[in-house]
């Protein structure tokens, strides 16, 4: 059977093949690269600066800290009567966060979009700092704003790419979509 006997749908079917690449690696790869780079700043500063102490990158802005985070987001619970219980619940809703990011980028992962960068990002964040929260028994934050009177709670790489990937998701959410006109 010659080529030019072929269906318009075999004739076109190698070509879709070839330019709809499953593109989850390098969604995953988009994860594990937040991850690896959260535990190099972490190792740092943890090498650099002893807990509490501070490094001024610029004065009354910016600040490189070393604080040890027992609590959720911007410290909640970190003063909790039940620190343990905290953790574990804290723990539990990661992996659970973890799980359900890693079946979402599974499933939308097949064409790098602003979605599954997105998703990325935050699964690369989750398990950042899932691992701290883990092997620690706290997250390691340690970028530090203040502006004007201002201060920001001390935060991670971990925590700056959920942030980016939540804000790529709010984007993609409201973004005009193309009409099927």
């Known amino acids: 059977m010659s080529s030019t006997n072929k269906t ?19 969604a995953f ?11 190099i ?5 943890v090498q650099q600066l ?5 490094q001024t990158v ?7 800290t070393d604080v040890h985070n027992t609590g959720a987001a911007f410290s909640m619970f970190a003063e909790s009567a039940l620190p343990d219980t905290v953790r574990y619940i804290l723990i539990a809703f990661s992996v659970i966060a973890v799980v359900v990011l890693l079946g979402m980028l599974w499933r939308v992962g097949r064409i ?9 990002l935050i699964l690369g964040g989750a398990f950042g700092n899932l691992y701290d929260r883990v092997r620690y028994r706290y997250v390691i934050d340690f970028l530090e704003v203040h502006l004007g009177n201002y201060h920001w709670p001390d ?27």
């Open 155 to 181: 935060f991670n790489v971990a925590d700056s790419c959920i942030v980016i990937g939540a804000c790529l998701l709010f984007i993609e959410i409201f973004r005009p979509q193309p009409s099927d006109n």
């Open 58 to 64: 610029i004065p009354s802005v910016f600040r490189i």
């Open 41 to 45: 700043t972490k190792y740092i500063v």
């Open 29 to 39: 790869a988009i994860a594990a690269a937040v991850v690896i780079l959260d535990r």
């Open 8 to 26: 318009t749908y075999e004739a076109a079917t190698p070509v879709q093949e070839t330019t709809s690449r499953d593109q989850r690696g390098l």
């Open 50 to 54: 002893p807990n509490g102490q501070a």
């Open 112 to 120: 790098l979009s602003l979605s599954s960068a997105a998703l990325a």
